[in-house]
């Protein structure tokens, strides 16, 4: 069975430009959720998704960033317009159940967001 | 604001011996910990989780549980080169949130 993949691997972009991540859950998956982790910190929440529904999206940093996930599917993170500090490693994760103090999240490889 | 902390490392051990991981955690709240390996340029994998004070064995892996010192360990015996890897600690449910508090990580070698 596929893990959670990830794409791209890597980006590089100029300050100002738009970026585009992607996110593949495990095929059943309703749990979508996306991390940061800037370079030397640890890894923060951004938001999780139920299904095609925000959960909770109080780890989006501010309005330059806007996920989506339509359908319940996939799932896309942008970046509008990137900043230096926007830069680091993006990891999805995704799980069978949710809501839960304990539930297995799968995460990806995550995608390496540099902003030049 | 929830903190969870390790010593970043790198902690070097020899092939064989037991690595001890530590991590403190600031949420007297928190109900689950977990602890993940991530190989470089890989993804975090969850190897362990504990609720309950005590230890918890599964193969060469023990994770340790102190919730009145805020303290969780991981304890790997027999240790393998293979095993060598950045060892992240998170904790979760403190306040009734499901979201993981995750701390830096420590980086662990095991050298043959």
């Known amino acids: 069975e596929a893990g959670v993949t990830q794409f791209p691997s890597h980006s590089v972009i100029e300050k100002g430009q738009t970026v585009t991540l992607r996110c593949d859950p495990i095929?059943?998956?309703?749990?979508l959720y996306w991390y940061r982790r800037v370079m030397g910190k640890e890894i923060k929440f951004l938001l999780h998704f139920v299904k095609e529904s925000k959960q909770d999206e109080s780890g989006m940093p501010n309005n330059r960033f806007l996920a989506e996930r339509t359908g319940g599917t996939y799932s896309t993170l942008k970046v509008q317009p990137a900043e230096l500090e926007d830069s680091g490693v993006y990891f999805c994760?995704?799980?069978?159940?949710?809501?839960?103090?304990?539930?297995?999240?799968?995460f990806g490889p995550g995608t390496r967001l540099t902003v030049l | 604001q929830k903190e969870v902390e390790q010593n970043s490392g790198p902690l070097s051990v020899p092939e064989g011996a037991i690595a001890s991981l530590n991590c403190t955690y600031s949420d007297r709240g928190s109900q689950s910990f977990f602890w993940y390996r991530q190989y470089s340029g890989k993804s975090p994998e969850l190897i362990m989780f504990i609720y309950s004070n005590g230890d918890k064995e599964d193969g060469r892996f023990t994770a340790q549980l102190n919730k009145a010192s805020q303290y969780v360990s991981l304890l790997i015996r027999d240790s393998q080169p293979s095993d060598s890897a950045t060892y992240l600690c998170?904790?979760?449910?403190?306040?009734?949130?499901?979201?993981?508090?995750f701390g830096r990580g420590t980086s662990l070698i095991v050298h043959p």
């Open positions: 998170a904790t979760q449910g403190g306040g009734g949130s499901y979201i993981p508090t």
């Open positions: 095929s059943g998956h309703d749990n």
């Open positions: 994760a995704s799980s069978q159940v949710g809501g839960q103090h304990y539930n297995e999240q799968f």
